[in-house]
C-alpha cells in the first residue's frame, strides 16, 4: 500500500478514536481548562499533537496546555524534546516542572513504580488546582487501561481500572484520558508516521513491573485480535450485577 495512504490512514484512526472518545465520555466540553500531562513518550506526544490540532478549529472550545514533570533520577532527553514540541505547537502553553521523587523516599526504601507514579501525581493535580484547570488529560490508551483492570482482579482482587474520565472528590478537577479507545499498536504507527518515535521515552522501572507480565497474558488471550480485546474494555460498562457476588 502507498506510504501516503498508510499515514493518512493511521492518523485519521486515530483522530477519529479521540473523536468518538471525547464524544462518548463527555471528556472535554465548550469552556473547559484541559492540562496535558506530557511525560515524552509516544502516548502523551501523540495526545498532545492531536489536541493540538484541534484548538480553535473543530470541537468543544477550551483552553489547552501542557505540564512535564521532570523527576530527579529521570534521563533529561525527553525534557529537550518537548521543549522542541513546544515550539512547534506555540498555541499550547508548556511547563516544566522539577520533582524530588527520590529524595522524597524515607530511609530504608527503595524507588518504585507506584512511588514515582504517586508523587508525580500529586504534584500534576497541585498544579492544575493552582492554575484552574478543571480537566487533566493523560495519554493511557486502551493496553493501559484492560491492562489495569487485570492486574487489578489478580493482584488486589478487585473489579476495578482506569476510567476514561474519574472526577476527583477532594480536588476540582478530573483525569480524562482521549485515547482510551486507541490501541498502542496505533500509537506506535503514529508515532513513526510523524517522526518522533525515535525521540520519546519509556521508564526503565516500567520493564520488571507486573504489567509487563500482564501485557504477555492479554496477548495470549486475545491472540492479538482488536475485537477481543475491545470487548474487555467494554466488559467495563457492561456489567451485570446480578451475576457478580
Known sequence: MNKVIMSSQIRKRVNKKIT???????LIEDGDRVLIATSGGKDSSVLLMELAARLGKFGPKCELAAIHIQSDFADKAPREFLQRMAEEYPQVPFYFKDVAVEARLKEGRKLNCYWCSTQRRTELIKFASENNF???ALGHHMDDIVETLLMNMLYKGEFSGMPPMVPYEKYPCSIIRPL???????????AEDADIRKFTCTCE?????????????????TKGSSTLKANLFESMRNIRMDYLL
Open 134 to 136: 478543571n480537566k487533566i
Open 20 to 26: 468518538k472518545a471525547i464524544h462518548d465520555f463527555n
Open 180 to 190: 482510551c479507545y486507541c490501541e498502542e499498536s496505533e500509537i506506535i504507527a503514529y
Open 205 to 221: 522501572f516500567s520493564k520488571a513491573s507486573h504489567r509487563k507480565t500482564i501485557r504477555e497474558e492479554i496477548k495470549s488471550l
